[in-house]
Every structure is written in structure tokens, then in C-alpha cells.
């Protein structure tokens, strides 16, 4: 059983920044694509961005598009989300996931595993 926790969720001003961490517990983190998804209140989880399992290619959801970066230390088996340019639409709570292979995807299937998630709130 693969077992990710997230952090560094926090309460933030509109146009400030957070870095979200998230450790995997596996020896094989670096086989497989990485992703970030978030729920915001009433809402359904979304994707928000993904990496393979390089750190190549990522992807990202239009809504954070030029305001979120992906990356990931394979070293230290860590995936980050780098939020920049906050907005009160951010708030959600934000969860990882592991990959079912090697690239991304933006759909919930494209992942095995998944992180309790940490909260995200951005006050305007």
C-alpha cells in the first residue's frame, strides 16, 4: 500500500503564495507520474496539475495556468505545487496522487493512490 501525506496547506491573502508538499512511501516513486487534484465546498475534486515521472511534460488545468508550477525531487520521493497569485476560487482542499504509469493524465483514472489532502484557504 502506497502512502502519500500532503502539506503545507495554510490560510493565505489573495495574491499571496504557497508551496504544497506531498511525500510518497514507496522505492519506486520515480516509475510513475505524480498529479495534484483539488475539492473545493459543493463542488466535484478537479484536476490541477500533473507530472510524469521525470518531471517532464507537465500539464496543468487551464484555471491555474501560468500561476501553479508542478515539480518533484525523486530523491526525496516529494512532489510540490508551487501557488503563486492566489484567488478565493483557489480554496479547496488539495490532494496528490500517484500515477498508474510513467506520464500524466487529468482524469481521476489516470491515478492509483491518493493523499488525505491539506486545505487550502484564500481569503479576499
Known amino acids: 500500500q502506497v502512502q502519500l501525506v500532503e502539506s503545507g496547506g495554510g490560510l493565505v491573502q489573495t495574491g499571496g503564495s504557497l508551496r504544497l508538499s506531498c511525500v510518497a512511501s514507496?522505492?519506486?516513486?520515480?516509475?510513475?507520474?505524480m498529479g495534484w487534484f483539488r475539492r473545493a465546498p459543493g463542488k466535484e475534486r478537479e484536476f490541477v496539475a500533473a507530472?510524469?515521472?521525470?518531471?517532464?511534460?507537465?500539464i496543468y488545468a487551464d484555471s491555474v495556468k501560468d500561476r501553479f508550477t508542478i515539480s518533484r525531487d525523486n530523491a526525496k520521493n516529494t512532489v510540490y505545487l508551487q501557488m503563486n497569485a492566489l484567488k478565493p476560487e483557489d480554496t479547496a482542499t488539495y490532494y496528490c496522487?500517484?500515477?498508474?504509469?510513467?506520464?500524466?493524465?487529468?482524469?481521476?483514472?489516470?491515478?492509483?493512490?491518493w493523499g488525505q489532502g491539506t486545505q487550502v484557504t484564500v481569503s479576499s
Open positions: 514507496e522505492r519506486s516513486f520515480s516509475n510513475y507520474a
Open positions: 496522487a500517484r500515477g498508474a504509469g510513467r506520464w500524466p493524465g487529468p482524469r481521476d483514472y489516470h491515478y492509483t493512490y
Open positions: 507530472t510524469s515521472s521525470t518531471g517532464s511534460g507537465p
